[in-house]
Structure formats: C-alpha cells, structure tokens
C-alpha cells in the first residue's frame, strides 16, 4: 500500500499539469494512468492559446517552440461546401499543433522531473469513498490512499461516472488525418 497526499487519475494534459503544480508545491503526489507513455491518442493535437498559457506557466515555454503555429481552419460541410478561417493574429499565436503522443509524454515527464510519482500500466477499478479520509484507490489489485483523490480521467469519465459524479456519458467524435504536401 503506498500512502500520498494526493491522488491523480489520469495522466492526460489536466492530470499531469495538477499534479506538477502541487508537486511543485511540496505536495506528495500519486499520478496514474492506465497507459504507458508516450501513448497516442487521436484528439487534442490542437492546443489553443490558453492551453499554450498553461504549458508555458509549466515552464515549457520554450519546448512549445518547436511546433507548428496555427495558421488557417478548414471546414468542410457534408455537401462540400468549404469555410477558410485565418487564424494569424499578429505577436500571438492562436495555437500550435502538438503531436498528442509527445504533449502527454513530455507532460508526464515534467510532472516526475517535480517530484510526482508515475504509475503507468495501472487501470483504476475503484474508488472507495469513506466518512473520513484517507481515500481509498484500488488500481490492478494495489490500493493506494490519500487525503484527496483528483479525478482526471477523460472525457468519457469512466471512475467519475462510476462514483456517480457524471450523469450522463458525452457525445464526442474524434477523427485526425495527417496530410502531407507542399504546404
């Protein structure tokens, strides 16, 4: 049984950022995630400018460098009909495309290089909520405890939705394609 402060449920961009930033802080903190890394995952390539706020308040500034601004948003509707957006702002960009696979490793990796400890390849299976604390978390038969659990795990929500935090499952599509050209 291993015993932390701080328990976070996923370690996608919310989870790895929270629990650097209490890392960081002096907190002792639990990340898990079900994956290994670097995973892949076919959404979030796309970080907006707030994300890219949040990255650089990471001290990733200079990381983010090396990936693509956002220049132009392509809409294509179901009978053809095609919408160019120009998304150059001057001095700021509006976003940068970042591979998901090397944002959540280099998340993850941030989130241990301030203290946290990484569990990988652990599925939780449950929460156990009790009057008082410690909170109980139960992941490929290991239990560990802590005062708070922060549960970050993904927009479908599986632990949250078990625990009845979420009422309902989201509607989400995600699709991606790379295209390669003369650009």
Known sequence: MLHVDVIVVGAGPAG??????????????????????????????????????VLERSGLAAWLTQFQVME???LTSPDGQVLDIDL??????????????????RLAQTAV????????????????????APLEVVANGFTLTAQIVILADGSHAPITHSLGLVRERPELLAIRQYLVGDG
């Open 88 to 105: 150059r702002i001057p001095d700021e960009p509006i976003g940068r495309l970042i591979p998901r696979r090397r944002l959540d490793a």
């Open 16 to 53: 790895a950022v929270a629990a650097q930033r209490l890392a960081a802080s002096g907190v002792q903190v639990a990340l898990l995630d079900q994956a290994t890394f670097p995973r892949d995952k076919p959404c979030g390539d796309g970080v907006m400018a707030e994300g890219l706020t």
């Open 72 to 74: 132009m948003l392509r």
């Open 113 to 132: 290089e301030a203290g946290v400890h990484l569990m990988e390849g652990l599925r939780v299976r449950q929460v156990r909520l009790q009057a008082a």
